[in-house]
Structures are given as C-alpha cells and as structure tokens.
C-alpha cells in the first residue's frame, strides 16, 4: 500500500521525535511505502524555518529513519478536475496524491475531509492505525 503523509504529520513527528505521532509514522514507514510530494516537502521546510528553526537537524535525522519516493508537484492546478475543496491552497497538495496514485493519505487537516473521493482515502492517523495497524 503507498502512504502519502501530510505536512502537519512530518512536523509532529519530526519535531516531537519520541511522541505517538513519531511512534506510528515509523511504524507505518516500515509496513508501507511512503510518498511525499515536492510541495509537501517545500511547505515543511518553510514551516520549519519560521516555528522551529531551532528543531530543523532534528527533522532531518528523523526523516534519515525510513524510506520514501518523492512524487513531483505539477505548478498549475487545474481545480475544476479535482474535488472541491474549502482551502484553495490544498488544492496542489490533493492533485498530488491523486497524480502519485496513493492508496491513503494521512492529514490533520480537516478541510480534507469529507472530500467524494474513491482514491485515495483520506485519515488521520488515528483512523489509518486502526485500521492499518
């Protein structure tokens, strides 16, 4: 199963290393194949930069620990093909687990949820270890 992880996911993880978040992100690394787009890795590092710049080689000996493909972020979103969505700003972020054809993909973001998608099913990962674990 191909796993795309969210951006909220990896700074949780990566930040918190030790924490429950951190915990189940490894377990999922090593039980699936992990995803992550150009843009989630764009939006994590500028996160980074302004809340934890002090946790930065923290993320990066995190991120050391599993495996993961990178699938490229197309720049122009076309919206109308894809699920509406409240945060326009997300719409590259769903065009990429779509074009990355992934099975799940774990967000805290609640304005993924509720979206009328067959593919890929969209959890929090509370929801992806019950499921999956």
Do not use: H
């Amino acid at each position: 199963m191909r796993v795309m992880l969210d951006t909220n996911l990896l700074i949780s993880a990566g930040v918190f290393v030790g924490k429950r978040a951190s915990a189940l992100t490894l377990r999922i690394a090593d039980e699936y194949s992990i995803v992550l787009s150009s843009r989630i890795i764009d939006e994590l590092w500028k996160v980074m930069e302004i809340k934890f710049p002090d946790k930065k080689t923290s993320l990066e000996r995190f991120l050391t620990r599993f495996s993961y493909e990178i699938s490229y972020t197309p720049t122009e979103i076309d919206e109308d093909i894809y699920p509406k969505i409240r945060d326009k700003k997300d719409y590259p972020i769903l065009a990429s687990a779509i074009i990355a054809d992934v099975d799940v993909f774990i967000t805290g973001d609640k304005d993924f949820g509720g979206l009328d998608l067959e593919r890929p099913e969209i959890m929090t990962i509370d929801d992806f270890s019950k499921k999956y674990l």
